[in-house]
């Protein structure tokens, strides 16, 4: 859930720089081909940092998804096959007592 709700908070931070960045001129207060005025120029700035940090925010997450999954399927495959040593791994961890 919390994962659900944090790329939820990037992707409307990531819409919301887009919009920053095309704002002066689908509102129209940046007149085509006129010098760029100080409110475009900090919407631009603005935007396009906002943009790109949640951009590579969101990267950042799938990147770590995508290792979490590949260590999973690891596991999975390990515990398949019957563990490194070809003994099968209790899922409590291994044991408190050695073996003699």
Do not use: C
């Not at 919390?2 to 689908?26: D, H, M, N, R």
């Not at 791994?89 to 007592?97: D, E, F, I, T």
Request: proline letters at 3%.
């Amino acid at each position: 859930m919390k994962a659900k709700l944090g790329v939820s908070a990037l992707v409307l931070l990531f819409l919301g720089g887009l919009w920053l960045v095309a704002a002066p001129f689908a509102v129209g207060y940046q007149a085509r081909g006129a010098t760029y005025v100080d409110a475009t120029v900090n919407d631009l700035w603005l935007g396009g940092s906002i943009a790109a940090i949640s951009f590579l925010s969101l990267v950042i997450y799938a990147a770590d998804a995508l290792r979490e999954l590949a260590r999973r399927d690891g596991l999975t495959a390990e515990l398949r096959s019957g563990g490194r040593d070809g003994r099968p791994r209790s899922a409590a961890g291994p044991s408190r007592h050695s073996e003699n």
